[in-house]
């Protein structure tokens, strides 16, 4: 997820840092980010 992220970054692109309600592995260099868990219903539907 680094290599896509510094990527888009480099591109001046905008980009968005998902994270499942269960990771519980916070990276150093993205933990400065607005973050907001999310949870996927059984649909297939983010909440």
């Known amino acids: ?3 896509e992220y510094g990527f888009t970054k480099a591109l001046d692109r905008p ?5 499942d309600l269960n990771f519980k592995h916070d990276r150093a260099d993205h933990t400065d980010k607005l973050a907001k868990p999310f949870e996927i219903d059984a649909d297939g539907v983010p909440r």
């Open 15 to 19: 980009v968005a840092l998902l994270r």
């Open 1 to 3: 997820m680094t290599l």
